[in-house]
């Protein structure tokens, strides 16, 4: 069963879902819970089993699919995927079953499980096109949570994620077509295998194209500035489900795949783009920070922190050394769960008071304090606090990318101001204070379901901020290969004096210096 | 003068020109069939000579064919403008305007 | 020993935790009285460590776990227990011991007494790690873990705007330091390939003096953050809204020491860089003077304590820029004593006047608090530097060092300062415990604290008076680790002159505020001449720091916010609509193309055609005549 | 006067025309029947339709194994030629009318189903078509053209409403305009080689080296405007929308696929050489055309609020698209074409069909056409299944993976990139995206609006009004097809381009 444990991954929740249509309304949550516990068990397992030793892919299965055009489906996991594919599957699991009331909980909980197969599917991919299959297949469940369930401006909301994010990835997609034609070009064979891609070297001005192409469609999906637009739309208007789960993992993709994708592909061309893409993600930091801090939905806030610390990410990936690409790996896992408890926190209260507006709350901590201290847990763990999970990838992320500019760490830095900023002060809106207003005088403070869902994420934020070894270590070793792989790959100069050859016994200090 | 191919092919042109013509100008179904035939005709009128000229048959085959079809045509065209006639009492183009955009 | 360093280090914790678990319940005596005995016993576990490195014994080193660990990077939770932080150790548990139990008593009577000793151990444990840590990763741990306690519990009464406003005033401020703390930090770590003190520091010796300048300043910052040196410093003013025994533990004895703490830990480090060191020599210098000179008007007695331990801060940072760390280090351990009795004494004060701050509204109140008037003013003898309390032996080493290494000016400023310092305490004593009973005309009927309180605020007491016998054991103790020296100066004659002098000074600074003070009558009400000068004005205004605070960076930072948020949605977003929009437009207003007419339809038919047609013919005749329009056109030059 | 006529029957090879023939004799059986007995069931005539094209398909596979075994045949004085387009195109048409013909079979009485003429007619049709696309000669060509399209002329007009007699004659006489013009071009190439074999054609153009370039391009544009008319390519699209909004779902979604392979086919086999003889104002010409149809077809689309006629309108944008493998004339390309086409019919013919399904005979106040977005608002609440499937083929046509069309769409944006056309793969792939609009937009009235309250009355009974096991199993097939096309994709493609590159092209 372990050789195919990947397919078992992706496709069990997809064919429950089918299974689905056929269980009575009334069971249906249970099923859903029940599903996503057996998915997250088998990705538990998939992390017991996994060898953290090992850099490369593991689990690796590979059936042809479309070979007279080098399609295959090949699936494997490393370091890096492995902890998303986790996460992906934890969140799935704790959404349903902290699903409040809503209209068609069958076809929500339906969707949702092919949503959890596409988002599995994307991440353990190892062949461009069966990645791109998932990647856009993982649009239709979302365009449909937020379309139908979401609020008053759900539809335009969703479109435009949709058809923004498709418009993107298709431009990726002529790049892959290109990727594959030069692989042809150069061994006469056609693949979209990923890791026979990665043998392929090609010239600069080939990279800095390919790079442009993929950049677009990854951008767009993480979101970086300023493709943005559509992320504060599909936000505002997701149920809280759908919100959790598009910050928790479906944005992960886009950084995901920079380090699937554009790093071990086009190490020249990340050298070439590192400045004007670490100038992107500065910009997403503090200008995103600054519209965070203007907002007065709640949610929008959360929303707009998620760009911000995707710019943090973004900023490690592109580091190019082994600190800054680890840092960015956990911070998406760090990001992912802190943000994916964010979300379902808002609407925790927004199933109460069915506002988001912070101007409508204030005092709350009087009337709910089990949820001011778990909305100030994570909001800390938002703000980058130590011993929390978010900080380790942070701290990782401008740590490595220290090495590459100075001055740029130094205004990324400014992160850890700007989100302090809009995060204390939206939560001193919501929760300190006087109660202001009359309807808030009797909520209920959080119940069992909301804590089934909540408590977990707290105990692993603090856990893997207190220890994060058991997740760093097998990413660190999966990003170490890709690091390698980028050096021995990079042929311009400045790729390979920036890109730090790990095999080495040790950055000497000269070498480190003279980098700055 | 002597009358060579290029006249043919020349008489040729311009009655397509004015079947060309007819067909933007008319606005009544019939008429417009009428500058359908000028022009098939005036094609036949090429390929005969055109015919002559190389001494080939196929050219003029292709005339014959053409013939053909321009009748079944014609008689699938009448069929559809006496169906419309009958509901609608009027064979002009100007009333055919129930779909758009 | 590792045994006591565990304990020491997590029975804050233990603490913490276990009063977390009552947090939403009702008031529970016993949770106070529990965390108060974890704390001493932390406190006994640090003083068997004490002991052992007294006695000479190795120093403590232990590494629990691995923290991170990724590429060369490698960051364990460490701890080292050596002179240094066994000294902070000592400080911050015997501080914290006494500020439980203390709390028992002040929190008697809130609602959030459980939630309270949650925080405040927590508070505990990350200063903990703070000086225990063995690198500067576990050091920004605790660090940030000092600023989030501070947070929680400046914002403790968190239905007053002003206290949550006050909580998220001096996060802030701090994260701004905290950056360059972080900068300072990645710094340490490409230069030296790690984060280790005992790595790091002989690594130093071998780096070129701009990294070294570099690493000095942004280290520098973050302590001026979290040590609230100027222009960082209003949040600590600010930060006096928190219940008073946090404002003792906190914001006097242990988390604004921080950064002094940082700077002697860096010894090695800014002993390389002695231009830096002047810098912050002249820096602390610089607020201390500062910060007693707005003490001097403060109408809330707080403030006006706050002040002075930005003041002593500024005395510590101009001993330990100066490299004196020793010094600095016993000022600091000096000034935990008595500016937490202070703080703790003016609780009670607080306590007795139904939270009125206003020293013109108190008076007279010796007879109602002797106990609180006599430590009061015990501790303030301390502050102002009279032999033979604690202040006087650690304030008059720092004035002998800036005076043995030439720093004229320096020293003056201290020596000037110390008379201010003098000054302002003693004006608070004789507001608050002399003269008339002002406070009758608000209808205030003060009492004693609990006595446990008073008990508990003793050990202080002792300590304020008799620190000045630790100096020689304390400077036999850090010698070696911090390169210590005594400071002698050549003629004795000179150091009794310095020493009388500077008494006598402050002596008259103490009699004028006495003198002036004492028999105080009136609540002033702005409308004598002295407040409606404008040195008062600007003392009473903080410099207008605040005010310009607000103006020039607050309202600034909201205008831009909003703006960039109109920008997001009318430059960004609406470019995209817009992009998406140009094909729905130019589909409306060209679908009258399809009339719906055969007419039509036949004549764009045609038209296509003869569009062709003539593309055709052009390019036939482009093909035929190619010759002669190429020589055209290069006749043409193209 | 005349030789004598001395052929052996062996060299006409008539084989050839066996796959053509079957379904004339098949439609001359039912008039015959007709004649016998009147007023028979309309499912006899669909049976004996089936049963016909099933044969025809069975004789293809005949001429395929001839193909593969030796290559591309002639017979019949030349005139006919089996290659692998042929085989394939041929494919494509009787499948699709296979599965088509029994979309017939429908719950109400429509009126051109009651005529077995109906049958006959479409049987003559198909004939037609496949005469079309298996010949190199310009004179067949026009004959099996017009034979097919004077059938589907009376077929449209046979669904007996006054919208689809006024899309026949608007069809009939722009068709007459593109005889015209065919007839036309085809003299002027005759006149200018002397020959109507376009292979002949082409060798003799090549071995005077385009000496007459203007007159061959005169040609060459009317060929092409009688083409782009079949094809559907702006300007010459104006009949489409009409015409597909004239005539019944089912019809509309047959007519978006057959003629215009047969079509592709046929342009093909005109335009091919001279692309690869490097007429530079052809590429111009039909780089413009590949780019304004796809994107003013979708920008047409986008306003639509009829799904039919948006579906119209696709289905021109889909043509623009695949017409870009006649530009780009390589292998990869025109097999290309060929794996679309393949995919595209059993989807597209699928979302035809459910909207056929769907058709009422009355309309409600709230719709203004037989298929108004409206009308579709809350489907997933009512009728589900019919909801999911509908949007999987929408999904599909939007080239969502793994749905069909996809496989075609990156295959056919891989022969552009790998053809050199890097911008032209750009501008398909931001097509796709355009498209995408109006496909979610339905996806958004089914899944993410509320139902009108009369369509929650009778429980969504509405969208499958029109259905009988027979088009719901059609229907199964197509969603089938659909979704499990990447089985597919792969002896399709290796089939396809082994018969595309056997062929020369």
């Known amino acids: 069963m372990l050789d195919h444990i990947l397919s078992i991954l992706i496709f069990f929740p997809a064919l429950a879902g089918v299974m689905g249509f056929m269980i009575n309304k009334e069971s249906m949550r249970a099923y859903g819970v029940s599903v996503g516990i057996i998915e997250f068990a088998l990705s538990l397992w998939l992390w017991f089993a996994f060898d953290s030793n090992v850099s490369g892919m593991q689990f690796m299965e590979h059936l042809p699919l479309i070979p007279s055009f080098g399609i295959n489906y090949i699936l494997g996991v490393d370091g890096i995927s492995l902890f998303i594919v986790i996460m992906a599957s934890l969140f799935t699991m704790l959404g349903i079953a902290s699903l409040t009331d809503t209209k068609n909980v069958k076809n929500m909980i339906i969707t949702l499980l092919f949503l959890q197969m596409t988002m599995v599917g994307v991440f353990t991919a190892l062949d461009g096109i069966v990645f791109y299959v998932f990647w856009e297949l993982s649009l239709v469940p979302m365009l449909y949570i937020i379309g139908a369930w979401g609020g008053p401006m759900r539809i335009y909301a969703s479109v435009k994620f949709f058809l923004y994010t498709f418009a993107g990835s298709l431009v990726m997609l002529v790049g892959m077509l290109f990727m594959a034609y030069f692989y042809y070009q150069a061994t006469g064979t056609w693949s979209f295998a990923i890791l026979d891609w990665y043998r392929l070297i090609l010239p600069e001005s080939f990279q800095l194209w390919l790079f442009a192409a993929f950049f677009v469609g990854f951008a767009i999906k993480v979101p970086m500035f300023p493709f943005h637009t559509w992320l504060p739309y599909a936000h505002g208007q997701a149920p809280t489900i759908g919100s959790v789960i598009l910050a928790a993992v479906l944005l992960k993709m886009g950084t995901y795949a920079f380090i699937r994708f554009s790093l071990p592909l086009f190490p020249d061309a990340s050298v070439y783009f590192m400045y004007p893409v670490a100038v992107i993600a500065i910009i997403m930091i503090i200008y995103t920070a600054m519209v965070a801090y203007a907002q007065k939905d709640v949610k929008q806030v959360v929303a707009y922190s998620s760009v911000s610390h995707m710019g943090v990410i973004i900023l490690g990936t592109f580091a190019l050394n082994v600190e800054g690409i680890s840092g960015s790996v956990f911070l998406m896992i760090g990001h992912g769960i802190v943000s994916g408890a964010l979300f379902l926190l808002v609407g925790v209260i927004y199933d109460r008071r069915h506002t988001k507006l912070m101007s409508e709350f204030g005092g709350l901590a009087h009337v709910m304090p089990k949820y001011a201290t778990i909305f100030g847990i994570m909001m800390m763990a938002s703000v980058g606090m130590p011993l929390m999970i978010n900080f380790v990838g942070e701290f990782l992320s401008l740590l490595g990318f220290y090495s590459q500019s100075h001055m740029l760490t130094l205004l990324a830095g400014v992160a850890i101001i700007v989100g302090a900023i809009y995060m204390l002060i939206a939560y001193k809106r919501m929760f300190f204070g006087e109660v202001t207003k009359e309807e808030n005088r009797n909520l209920p403070d959080v119940n069992k379901r909301e804590l089934i869902a909540l408590v977990p994420l707290v105990i692993i934020t603090i856990w893997l901020g207190v220890y994060p070894k058991p997740v760093l270590e097998p990413i660190n070793n999966s990003v170490e290969s890709v690091v390698q792989l980028m050096h021995n790959k990079a042929t311009t100069e400045d790729a390979k004096m920036r890109i730090p050859n790990v095999s080495g016994v040790v950055i000497s200090k000269t070498s480190a210096k003279e980098a700055h | 003068m002597e009358i060579g191919l290029n006249h043919y092919l020349i008489l040729s042109t311009i009655l397509f020109a004015i079947g060309l013509v007819g067909i933007m100008r008319r606005k009544n179904l019939l008429l417009l069939f009428f500058a359908t035939e000028i022009l098939l005709n005036a094609v036949n009128i090429g390929f005969a000579a055109i015919s002559h000229y190389y001494g080939d048959l196929t050219g003029q085959m292709f005339a014959f064919f053409v013939i053909a079809i321009a009748a079944s045509e014609l008689a699938v065209g009448l069929g559809l403008l006496i169906v419309w006639y009958k509901r609608h009492g009027t064979i002009d183009l100007d009333t055919m305007t129930s779909m758009r955009g | 020993m590792e045994k006591y360093l565990y304990i020491a280090l997590f029975a804050p914790l233990v603490s913490s935790m276990f009063s977390a678990l009552f947090t939403n319940g009702p008031k529970k005596q016993f949770v106070g009285i529990i965390a108060s005995l974890l704390i001493f016993t932390a406190f006994v576990s640090s003083s068997i460590l004490l002991t052992h490195i007294l006695g000479g014994g190795e120093v403590v080193h232990v590494e629990m776990m691995t923290w991170m660990h990724t590429g060369n990077l490698y960051i364990p939770f460490g701890f080292v227990v050596d002179q240094i932080s066994v000294t902070m150790m000592m400080v911050v548990t015997l501080v914290s011991t006494i500020v439980h139990v203390y709390s028992i008593g002040y929190m008697d009577h809130d609602k959030g007494f459980n939630r309270f000793f949650a925080w405040l151990s927590a508070f505990v444990f990350s200063m903990m790690i703070l000086v225990m840590s063995d690198n500067f990763a576990g050091l920004f741990i605790g660090w940030e873990g000092v600023g989030l306690c501070s947070w929680g519990l400046i914002g403790f009464w968190f239905h007053k705007d002003i206290a949550t406003w006050a909580a998220n005033e001096a996060f802030i401020m701090n994260r701004i330091a905290d950056l360059g703390m972080l900068i300072g930090i990645f710094l340490v770590y490409w230069n030296t390939g790690s984060l280790q003190y005992d790595i790091a520091f002989p690594a130093f010796a071998n780096l070129d003096t701009s990294t070294l300048t570099m690493i000095g300043i942004f280290l520098f910052i973050g302590a001026m953050g979290k040590s609230a040196q100027f222009p960082l410093h209003t949040w600590l003013a600010d930060a006096m809204e928190g219940p008073t025994p946090v404002s003792a533990l906190i914001h006097a004895a242990t988390m604004v020491t921080a950064g002094v703490y940082l700077v002697i830990r860096s010894n090695e480090l800014y002993s390389l860089i002695p231009h830096v060191g002047l810098f912050i020599a002249s820096l602390g210098a610089f607020v201390a003077l500062f910060a007693a000179s707005m003490a001097l008007v403060n109408r809330d007695m707080k403030r006006v304590i706050a002040y002075s331990t930005l003041s002593q801060l500024g005395y510590m940072f101009a001993a330990a820029g100066l490299g004196a760390y020793w010094v600095a280090l016993f000022h600091l351990m000096a000034h935990a004593f008595f500016k937490a009795l202070l703080f703790l004494g003016a609780g009670n004060v607080m306590h007795a006047m139904h939270d009125e701050l206003d020293p013109f509204k108190m008076g007279g109140l010796k007879k109602v608090m002797k106990g609180t008037w006599i430590m009061m003013t015990i501790a303030s003898l301390a502050l102002a530097g009279i032999f033979p309390f604690a202040g006087f032996f650690s304030k008059d080493t720092i004035l002998e060092a800036a005076f043995a290494e030439h720093h004229m000016v320096i020293y003056g400023v201290l020596v000037f300062t110390a008379g201010l310092t003098a000054f302002y305490s003693f004006r608070l004593v004789a507001l608050i415990f002399h003269g008339e009973e002002r406070y009758k005309i608000f209808g205030i009927h003060p009492h004693e604290a609990y006595k446990f309180m008073l008990i508990a605020m003793s050990p202080l007491l002792i300590l304020a008076m008799i620190a000045g016998v630790f100096q020689e054991p304390f400077f036999n103790m850090v010698e070696e680790i911090l390169g210590a020296m005594e400071y002698h100066i050549h003629s004795h004659v000179t150091v009794w002159i310095m020493l009388v002098g500077t008494q006598v000074f402050v002596g008259l600074a103490i009699l004028f505020a006495y003198k002036k003070y004492s028999s105080w009558s009136t609540v002033p009400d702005g409308s004598s001449p002295m407040e409606n000068s404008f040195i008062y004005k600007l003392l009473y205004n903080q410099y207008y720091i605040p005010f310009a605070y607000e103006e020039y960076v607050v309202k600034p930072y909201n205008e831009i916010s909003a703006m960039m948020w109109e920008v997001d949605k009318k430059v960004v977003d609406a470019s995209v609509d817009g992009i998406a929009n140009i094909f729905y437009t130019t589909g409306e207003k060209t679908r009258d193309m399809q009339s719906g007419n055969l007419s039509t339809m036949l004549k764009w038919m045609v038209a296509g055609t003869v569009g062709l047609l003539s593309l055709a013919v052009v390019f036939g005749l482009a093909a035929r005549y190619s010759d002669e329009i190429l020589a055209i056109l290069s006749g043409l030059g193209v | ?505």
Not at chain 4, 68 to 80: E, H, Q, W
Not at chain 4, 125 to 148: C, K, P
Not at chain 4, 191 to 218: C, H, K, P
Not at chain 4, 320 to 348: D, E
């Open chain 4, 1 to 505: 006067m005349l030789s004598p006529i001395n052929i052996s029957i062996e060299s006409l090879n008539l084989v050839t025309l066996a796959p053509m023939l079957i379904p004339f004799v098949g439609a001359l059986m039912i008039l015959v029947i007709d004649l016998l007995k009147g007023n028979l069931d309309k499912s006899l005539y669909v049976v004996i339709s089936i049963l016909f094209l099933v044969l025809d398909f069975g004789a293809l596979l005949d001429s395929a194994g001839m193909f593969s075994a030796n290559g591309i045949i002639l017979g019949v004085f030349n005139v006919m030629l089996i290659d692998g387009l042929a085989i394939l195109a041929q494919f494509i048409i009787v499948a699709t009318s296979i599965l088509f013909i029994p979309l017939a079979l429908t719950n109400k009485r429509f009126h051109e189903f009651s005529h077995p003429e109906f049958f006959a007619l479409f049987l003559f049709m198909i004939g037609g078509f496949q005469f079309m696309v298996a010949s190199d000669n310009l004179i067949l060509i026009f004959v099996g053209l017009e034979t097919a399209s004077l059938a589907l002329y009376t077929l449209i007009a046979m669904h007996n409403r006054d919208k689809s007699f006024e899309a026949a004659i608007k069809y009939f006489t722009m068709g007459a305009l593109a005889a015209g013009f065919y007839s036309f071009g085809s003299m002027v190439l005759y006149a200018l080689t002397g020959s109507v074999e376009i292979n002949q054609i082409a060798t003799i153009l090549a071995n005077n080296g385009y000496a007459d370039i203007g007159f061959v391009l005169v040609g060459v544009v009317f060929l092409l405007a009688s083409f782009a008319f079949k094809l559907s390519v702006v300007p010459f699209h104006t009949w489409t929308p009409d015409v597909y909004e004239g005539s019944s779902a089912a019809m509309a979604g047959y007519m978006s696929i057959v003629p215009k392979i047969a079509a592709f086919v046929v342009a093909m086999r005109l335009f091919e050489f001279l692309i690869h003889s490097h007429v530079v104002w052809l590429e111009v010409v039909l780089y413009a055309f590949v780019v304004i149809t796809m994107t003013a077809a979708n920008m047409w689309a986008l306003v639509q609020t009829d799904v039919k006629r948006m579906l119209a309108y696709s289905s021109i944008s889909h043509a623009g698209f695949v017409m870009a493998a006649i530009l780009i004339g390589t292998t990869q390309a025109n097999s290309a074409l060929f794996l679309y086409w393949i995919l595209f019919s059993f989807t597209n013919l699928g979302a035809f069909s459910m909207l056929w399904i769907s058709r009422q005979k009355e309309l409600p106040g709230y719709q203004k056409t037989d298929h108004s977005f409206e009308k579709f608002s809350g489907m997933i609440q009512t009728s589900p299944m019919a909801a999911i499937v509908m949007a999987i083929f929408m999904l599909s046509l939007a080239g969502i993976p793994p749905f069909a069309l996809f496989w075609g769409k990156i295959y056919m944006i891989s022969a552009a990139v790998t053809g050199g056309y890097t911008i032209l793969a750009l501008v398909m792939a931001l097509n796709s995206a355009i498209a995408g609009y109006y496909y979610i937009k339905l996806i958004v009235y089914m899944f993410m609006k509320d139902p009108i309250a009369s369509n929650v009355d009778n429980s969504g009974h509405l969208y499958v009004a029109n259905a009988t096991t027979a088009l719901k199993t059609i229907i199964g097939f197509a969603i089938l097809g659909t979704i499990f096309a990447f089985l597919a994709v792969d002896p399709l493609l290796e089939f396809v381009t082994t018969f595309v590159y056997n062929s020369g092209y």
